[in-house]
């Protein structure tokens, strides 16, 4: 019988240490920075930089872009930017995607990096890539978003085009270009 009572309370206080070490805890959480260090002195950077533009910063890249293709392709595709975040992501007024920049520690881009700058460039998307221990001044920065806007253009003269355009007679109005070049 002491044996009996001996083997119920080993089981006893075994599922007991059971129960405690495996028992479901409420989760907890804290509040996190999303941007610190050089990285919030380059965001207010940006935007002093950029007044008319959006800069948000650490955005996925799931949100920038969509992954063309149907069924398995675009599974894939998916999955190779699931999970991915962008530096800082500059829209104009309009909400338009204009540049994506990066603050880049390393002197050359991982191979994972180019990876996921080449899906931008694949989708019209401008990366900009900036060290922060070499922060680029407000002129630099905007010169690197809108790069036509600081080129200075030829001045040519003006002529005045014809409201209509005339086509000669028996000529088609349109021209195929396709294989102009074959």
């Not at 996925?60 to 675009?74: D, F, Y």
């Not at 991915?84 to 520690?105: K, N, P, T, W, Y």
């Amino acid at each position: 019988m002491s044996e009996f009572v001996v083997f119920v309370l080993v089981v006893a206080v075994g599922m007991l240490g059971w129960y405690v070490v495996k028992r479901e805890r409420p989760a907890r959480f804290r509040a996190r920075a999303v941007v610190t260090g050089s990285a919030l002195e380059f965001l207010f950077r940006l935007q002093r930089a950029l007044p008319e533009c959006a800069v948000c910063p650490q955005v996925a890249a799931t949100a920038l872009l969509e992954p063309l293709g149907v069924g398995q392709v675009r599974k894939a595709a998916l999955a190779r930017i699931v999970g991915r975040r962008v530096g800082f992501a500059v829209f104009d007024s309009e909400m338009q995607l204009l540049a994506v920049i990066e603050l880049d520690h390393r002197p050359r881009l991982t191979r994972r990096e180019a990876e996921c700058e080449g899906y931008f460039s694949q989708a019209g998307i401008r990366t900009l890539r900036f060290h922060p221990k070499r922060m680029p001044s407000g002129e630099k920065i905007r010169s690197s978003v809108f790069p036509r806007e600081t080129r200075v253009a030829p001045r040519r003269q003006q002529h005045e085009l014809p409201e209509t355009i005339d086509f000669q007679p028996g000529l088609p109005a349109w021209r195929n270009t396709l294989n102009a070049n074959s």
